[in-house]
C-alpha cells in the first residue's frame, strides 16, 4: 500500500462523525431530577473533593420502571448524601431518598445492585472515604444498613464494586477496588498544595499508601468473609479505581480487571476460585509501548463481535484511553491508535464509560465521560480544561471508531465522573445518565432516529437475576455476545438488562449460557421485544 493511501485511510477513519441531527436530549429537569452533586470547596485542595459523584440505573422495586440512584460528597458549609430517584412512567422519576434509608450522608463515591441475598430484589452497596455501606433491599421501599451484620468492614477508601458468582456456587460475591490512605493531617496531605503542570492542585496519589482491595466471599447466609488472601488476590498494592466481572477467556468461569492509578492494571485469570495476576503476560498491565497509565474507569465488551470479551480504559488527560482487543489466544493487543480513540482522547480526562448500541446497527458505540482534577489546570496553559465535553464514538466495524461531532448536549462541558446506560423510559433503546462533580446530574434520552431493530433481554435463574450469564445472538448475518455485569465504568452501574442492535434484521436466534454452564437456545425470535428469559424454561416471556 503506497504512504499516501496509507494517509488518506488514516484521514478517514480519523476525521469525525458529524450527526445530522440531534442523537441525544438532555430531559434531567423535565425527568424530575433535582439533585445537586457536593463535593467540597471549589478549589478541591484535597484530592478527596475530586471524585465523589457515581450514580447508575436499577429497578430496586421490581415494577419494570427502571429507577435512579446518585452519590455526592460534603461542602464545608453544608452536609450532603445520597439520593434515590424512583421511575413512575412516562420517562418520569420522583424523589424517594426520604424514609427510605437510601440517604448516607459523608463521602460517597461509587455504587453495585445486585441481589446478593437472594431474595428477588436488589441491594446496594456504596463505596465511600470511611466505611462502606451494604443497604439491604427490605422490598417494601426501604433498605437497612446490612454492613456490620454482612461482615463488610472496609474502612478505607472505597472507589469501583462489582458483585460476581466468582466461585460458581450460587450466591454473589464481591470485589472492592481500594484507592489510597487518605486522612486529613496525614502525609502528604495535610494543610498544604501540590504542583501539576505548575499550577497548584490536590496532593496525591503519588506519594501516598496504596490500600489493599478486597475479595469477599459470599456465605450464602447473609454474610461475607474476607477471601482476599486465599483466593490469591492479595499481592502489590495498586490505587484501585474501575472494577468488572467477565469471563475473559471464555473458561466458563469469570474473570476481573481492575484500573488503577499510575499503576500497571490487573487481570486476575480465575482458575477454579482461585485467581492468578496475569496482566502483564497478556499484555493488558501497561499501554502498548509499555508505560503504566492512569486508569480510571474500565469496560468490557465484545466490540468487534468476534465472540471474543475486549478491555477498554479510561486514562489522565494528555496520554489515551486504551482499547485491548482479545486476540483469543491468551493475549490483548493495544488497538487503541489502529482503532481511532488515541489521539482524540488526549486533551480529556477520562472516567466513567461504557459499551452500548446507541443506533442499533449491531455493533456496540463507546461513551467516554470526562473532566479534569484540577479548577486550576487552566492557568498551567496547552489547552486543557477542568469542565470538558463528553465524548461519544460510533463503531464502524472493522475495529474502528469515529467521534461524532456536532451534537449539542455532547458539547456542554461540565466536570464529569460516573456514567450508566439503560432504557430508562421504556422505548427500547439505551438512554445515558452522567454524574457531574458539583452540578446536577445529566440523563440524556436517546433520539436518534432511523434506529434498526432491537431487543432487550432480562435473565432470571429463580427468583434472581443471572449476574454473569452469556448470551449469543444470531442475526442479520452479525454474531453479538453480552454477560450479565454488575459494576464496572466508573463509581456507577449500568442496567444490567441485555440490550441488542439487530439493524435490518426483524428476528434473531438466541443462546444463553447460565453460570452453570446450562445452555438453552431459541429460534426466529421476533425483534423490538423485551423478553424475560428463565433458566429452564423453554419459553420467552414478553415484558
Not at 387 to 412: H, K, S, V, W
Amino acid at each position: 500500500m503506497s504512504s499516501y493511501l496509507q494517509a488518506l485511510l488514516l484521514f478517514i477513519y480519523a476525521a469525525p462523525v458529524f450527526s445530522a441531527g440531534p442523537l441525544f436530549t438532555d430531559v434531567t429537569q423535565a425527568a424530575g431530577i433535582a439533585f445537586i452533586n457536593q463535593s467540597g470547596g471549589a478549589d478541591k485542595q484535597y484530592i478527596v473533593e475530586t471524585q465523589s459523584a457515581g450514580g447508575g440505573f436499577w429497578d430496586y422495586d421490581r415494577d419494570g420502571q427502571l429507577d435512579l440512584f446518585l452519590t455526592s460528597g460534603v461542602r464545608p458549609d453544608s452536609t450532603a448524601g445520597t439520593a434515590l430517584y424512583r421511575g413512575i412512567g412516562n420517562g418520569a422519576f420522583s424523589n424517594a431518598t426520604a424514609g427510605s434509608g437510601t440517604e448516607i450522608g459523608g463521602w460517597n463515591m461509587g455504587v453495585a445492585f445486585a441481589d446478593y441475598d437472594g431474595d428477588g430484589d436488589p441491594d446496594l452497596y456504596l463505596t465511600r472515604w470511611g466505611r462502606d455501606v451494604l443497604l439491604v433491599n427490605e422490598s417494601d421501599g426501604a433498605f437497612k444498613d446490612a454492613t456490620a451484620t454482612a461482615g463488610l468492614r472496609s474502612e478505607g477508601w472505597g472507589i469501583g464494586a462489582a458483585f460476581a458468582d466468582y466461585d460458581r456456587d450460587g450466591d454473589l460475591d464481591l470485589y472492592v477496588a481500594n484507592y489510597i490512605a487518605f486522612e486529613l493531617g496525614g502525609p502528604p496531605f495535610y494543610d498544604r498544595w501540590c504542583k501539576h503542570k505548575g499550577v497548584p492542585a490536590a496532593c496525591g496519589p503519588s506519594g501516598a499508601q496504596a490500600q489493599p482491595d478486597l475479595l469477599y466471599r459470599n456465605e450464602g447466609n447473609g454474610t461475607f468473609t474476607d477471601a482476599s488472601l486465599s483466593a490469591g488476590i492479595r499481592g502489590p498494592n495498586y490505587y484501585g479505581m474501575g472494577v468488572a466481572w467477565a469471563d475473559l477467556d471464555s473458561d466458563g468461569d469469570l474473570d476481573l480487571y481492575v484500573a488503577n492509578d499510575g499503576h500497571p492494571n490487573s487481570l486476575f485469570r480465575n482458575d477454579g476460585g482461585r485467581f492468578v495476576n496475569i496482566s502483564l503476560a497478556t499484555g493488558t498491565a501497561y499501554s502498548g509501548n509499555g508505560r503504566a497509565q492512569a486508569g480510571m474507569g474500565v469496560a468490557l465488551a465484545d466490540y468487534d463481535n468476534d465472540l471474543r470479551v475486549d478491555i477498554f480504559v479510561t486514562n489522565f488527560s494528555q496520554d489515551h484511553n486504551t482499547l485491548y482487543r482479545n486476540e483469543g489466544n491468551g493475549f490483548f493487543a493495544d488497538v487503541s491508535g489502529h482503532s481511532g480513540l488515541a489521539g482524540s482522547s488526549r486533551p480529556f480526562m477520562g472516567w466513567g464509560t461504557f459499551f452500548f448500541d446507541y443506533d442499533h446497527d449491531g455493533w456496540q458505540d463507546l461513551f467516554v465521560a470526562n473532566g479534569h482534577l484540577m479548577p486550576a489546570i487552566e492557568r498551567g496553559g496547552g489547552g486543557l480544561r477542568y469542565r470538558q465535553r463528553n465524548q461519544l464514538y460510533r463503531n464502524l466495524d472493522a475495529g474502528r471508531f469515529r467521534e461524532i461531532a456536532n451534537e449539542p448536549t455532547l458539547a456542554a462541558e461540565r466536570v464529569s465522573r460516573g456514567a450508566a446506560c439503560g432504557d430508562y423510559d421504556g422505548d427500547g433503546d439505551l438512554d445515558i445518565l452522567v454524574a457531574n462533580l458539583d452540578d446536577s446530574p445529566t440523563l440524556l434520552r436517546n433520539d436518534v432516529a432511523d434506529k434498526g431493530h432491537w431487543l432487550l433481554l432480562t435473565l432470571r435463574q429463580g427468583a434472581t437475576e443471572a449476574i454473569g450469564a452469556r448470551v449469543r445472538i444470531q442475526a442479520g448475518g452479525l454474531h453479538q455476545m453480552r454477560e450479565v455485569l454488575t459494576g464496572s465504568s466508573f463509581q456507577a452501574q449500568s442496567d444490567t438488562r441485555l440490550h441488542f442492535g439487530l439493524g435490518t434484521a426483524a428476528e434473531a436466534d438466541i443462546e444463553v449460557i447460565w453460570p452453570s454452564g446450562e445452555r438453552q437456545t431459541f429460534q426466529a425470535v421476533p425483534a423490538d421485544h423485551h423478553y424475560t428469559i428463565h433458566r429452564g424454561v423453554d419459553r420467552l416471556i414478553s415484558e
